[in-house]
């Protein structure tokens, strides 16, 4: 596996949608800044770290488990 995560399309495009997201959430009202907003953008940060993740571990299988 000895690529990087960052040259995978999939952890590419994740990164393109939290841009997209975060620039999305920035017009959302103050007051879900801790709510909607926030829950928001934890989702999309998380699909780009599990990928990172996924790919820092040894096997295939546990790579096949993060990108589950």
Same mark, same amino acid.
């Given at each position: 596996?000895? $690529? &990087?995560? $960052?040259? %995978?399309?999939?952890? @590419? !495009?994740?990164?393109?949608?939290? #841009?997209?997201? /975060? $620039?999305? #959430?920035? *017009? +959302?009202? &103050?007051?879900? %800044? +801790?709510? %909607? #907003? *926030?829950?928001? !953008? $934890? =989702? =999309?940060? *998380?699909?780009? *770290?599990?990928?990172?993740?996924? @790919? =820092? !571990? %040894? &096997? @295939?299988?546990? +790579?096949? /488990? +993060?990108?589950?």
């Amino acid at each position: 596996m000895g $690529r &990087s995560y $960052r040259d %995978l399309v999939a952890w @590419q !495009r994740a990164m393109d949608l939290v #841009t997209e997201i /975060y $620039r999305a #959430t920035a *017009s +959302f009202p &103050s007051d879900e %800044l +801790f709510g %909607l #907003t *926030s829950l928001v !953008r $934890r =989702a =999309a940060v *998380s699909v780009p *770290s599990n990928i990172a993740e996924g @790919q =820092a !571990r %040894l &096997s @295939q299988k546990e +790579f096949h /488990y +993060f990108l589950g």
